[in-house]
């Protein structure tokens, strides 16, 4: 992260304390996705969606920083100067839940940042593609979600509000490179992914090698990582990188499932704008795609 340590981090054959103190055994292990990380919660009185936003240290402050992880002292604490060493963000921006505080600060995690968020607003320039996918006149968000028949995906319209409180993941043409091949350059297209949305059916055995062998020789396993969701609500969160595998990749694991449009527009009463996604979606109701990337919207 930000070149602060400029080594690759590897997994190991042993399950860390924390893992096990959460009871990763016991826990359910889904599919991470790919994508930008966001957050529903209240903002002048209603649902809205969060763009994630980490309050980085100043030049300065970065600097002293380095020299204490180069120095290798492990004897001293590095202590940070909320008010003076951070660059400034919006007035809006909020810290994150799982965020340290020391006499009403926010700390910065072992990397030096303060993961937070920011609201996205409706004619956001910054946050575009975030704002794509929510409509906040009808309170809606554009997810993407298991279908209830087995094998199928689904996308559809969800009321935000049943999504307070939710981290989910922004996935799509502009986010990462587009490892799912949504959407093009004329028609961008990006979708709203729960967090756990995709449980895994046929997880390996906590073993090195089993992962990697899942990872490399099945279908269900050419996703970009696996996220445990421990029953203390504690999330271990394992990366191809980290067992030295390649992402993305061709062919994805979400690719090779089969897509249906739910979206049934007499259930919202405001119009939506002819060249937004709520507009395209609701054109495409009742249809199936053979794939994600197979979407397309008629100009």
Known sequence: KS???PFKVLATETITGKALEADIYNA???????GTCCYVTTYKGQPYLWARLDRKPNKQAEKRFKRYLYSLE???????????????????????????????????????????????????KQYCW?????????????ALKHHADPGLLEI???????????????????????????????????LLVPHGAFEIKNPPTLKQNDILSWFEGCSEGKVEGIVWHCHNGCLIKLHRHHLGLRWPLPDTYLNSQPVVISFNRTKYDCDFEPRSLFHHFSNLDGQRFDRLKDIKFDA
Do not use: R
């Not at 509000?161 to 093009?184: F, R």
């Open 74 to 124: 492990d004897c001293k604490e590095f202590v940070w100067n909320v008010k003076e060493d951070f660059k400034p963000v919006p007035d809006t921006w909020i810290p994150a839940k799982d965020i340290e505080f020391s006499n009403g600060n926010p700390l910065p995690d072992e990397n030096g940042h303060m993961p937070g968020w920011v609201p996205v607003e409706k004619n956001s």
């Open 156 to 190: 559809s319209p969800v009321p935000l509000s049943e999504m307070l409180e939710q981290t989910l993941e922004l996935i799509g043409t502009n986010i990462n490179a587009n490892p799912y091949g949504l959407g093009s350059k004329k028609q961008p297209l990006h």
């Open 130 to 142: 975030h704002s794509s996918v929510v409509n906040y006149e009808a309170e809606i968000a554009l």
């Open 28 to 34: 359910i292990p889904t599919e991470k996705v790919d």
């Open 3 to 5: 070149g602060v340590v």
